[in-house]
């Protein structure tokens, strides 16, 4: 099985310019305020995939990963002046960034940057107001600094030039988890492309940012989205307990931005339904209309001749042209006239087809049914 937390962090083009752009900040001197979500998928993976572009492009560089819930107890100024100087020889007159800088360097100490991470919401607004101070104060040859908080924090003040604050949802944006999704799809067996298509855009619209549970999804539970639908799917992937820690709500996002596991657990049907009618109108809207011209051209001698003798209206007059039929037409004259004889035997297929057009253009979901209903057919044809 394939370790889908390499694909995502190593090749999908939006977390691999992240770790980039982060390595090549330090490579020039810059401390770094990082933004990540709070349900960040592979999230040590990540981490790793960072730390090795850091210690690769960073030229002689000493990265040192501090847990601050459970390694830094006093202030982040305090815990690096313990970590890189003699703390007895400091005196009430000196200045505390030159000391620090002179300690690191009597200490052979060169090139020294601290990753902080875990840092507990109630102490981001401490860590931001030191990286702050220490960016406008700090002397060249003093560490550098990579400040990881979680959530949709605001930053109350102006940040130093030496501070660049990088935002994951700016780096990592839709179009790769559908980059991620598509390359999942295809490595599916045993599943027709237009459903590889529909599975890979429904999970990556209903899913938004979090790859992870894309990728459960897709390989374990690919029978039960084509069968049961994605809301049934996503409930026995709750009920296994890996994402129990993932669906926190982020304060400062709109609805459409939050995780679906949090919709999921508030219930809110009416956003889950969006996420699904967005993803099912993309794919499924284009295979239905390719289902109609070919429905039309193996009928369009008997249609031709129908619409002359028959007259079938429109907003824009009369119809005499096949292809202007829609579904709902077409349906109508399968059923509701005696001169179509020729399309008598397909009246489930019109009466299915309209009633698929007619969810998707009326703000309702297609039911699992109807959709494998539409993508056998394109696959049968």
Not at 50 to 61: K, N, S, Y
Not at 111 to 120: A, M, T, V
Not at 131 to 141: I, R, T
Request: charged letters at 30%; hydrophobic letters at 35%; one cysteine or more.
């Amino acid at each position: 099985m394939r370790d889908w937390s390499e694909i995502w962090t190593r090749i999908i083009n939006g977390p691999v310019k992240f770790s980039e752009k982060i390595a090549e900040l330090l490579g020039e001197g810059k401390n770094i305020l990082v933004d990540i979500p709070k349900n960040l998928c592979w999230r040590e993976e990540m981490r790793n995939a960072m730390q090795e572009r850091i210690e690769t492009e960073v030229a002689d560089c000493e990265l040192e990963i501090v847990d601050v819930r459970e390694e830094v107890e006093t202030s982040p100024l305090d815990y690096l002046l313990d970590r890189c100087t003699v703390r007895t020889k400091l005196r009430h007159t000196m200045n505390v960034y030159e000391f620090l800088r002179d300690g690191c360097l009597e200490e052979g100490k060169r090139n020294l940057i601290f990753w902080f991470k875990g840092i507990p919401e109630e102490r981001v607004r401490e860590f931001i107001d030191f990286l702050h101070e220490y960016s406008s104060k700090m002397k060249d040859g003093c560490p550098l600094l990579l400040v990881e908080a979680r959530g949709n924090f605001k930053v109350s003040k102006t940040l130093p030039s030496r501070v660049v604050r990088m935002h994951w949802s700016d780096h990592v944006r839709p179009y790769d988890i559908s980059s991620f999704c598509n390359i999942l799809a295809g490595e599916e067996e045993g599943i027709d492309e237009h459903y590889k298509d529909y599975l890979a855009t429904l999970c990556s619209a209903v899913c938004v940012g979090d790859a992870e549970l894309c990728a459960c999804l897709m390989t374990e539970y690919a029978q039960e989205l084509q069968e049961k639908g994605i809301e049934e799917a996503l409930h026995l992937v709750q009920a296994d307990g890996r994402f129990s820690a993932r669906g926190e709500e982020e304060v400062g996002l709109n609805i459409s931005e939050q995780h679906i596991l949090y919709i999921l657990r508030t219930g809110d049907a009416e956003e889950l339904d969006r996420r699904i009618r967005h993803a099912q109108i993309a794919v499924l809207y284009p295979i239905l209309e390719l289902q109609r011209e070919n429905f039309i051209r193996r009928y369009e001698g008997n249609l031709t001749v129908f619409l002359q003798t028959e007259p079938i209206s429109s907003y824009d007059g009369r119809i005499l042209d096949p292809y202007d039929l829609e579904w709902g037409r077409l349906y109508y004259i399968s059923t509701a006239t005696n001169a179509a004889q020729f399309l008598n035997r397909e009246y489930e297929v019109t009466k299915t087809m309209k009633e698929i057009r007619n969810d998707l253009s009326h703000l309702k979901c297609c039911t699992p049914e109807k959709v494998r209903y539409l993508l056998t057919r394109a696959q049968e044809e």
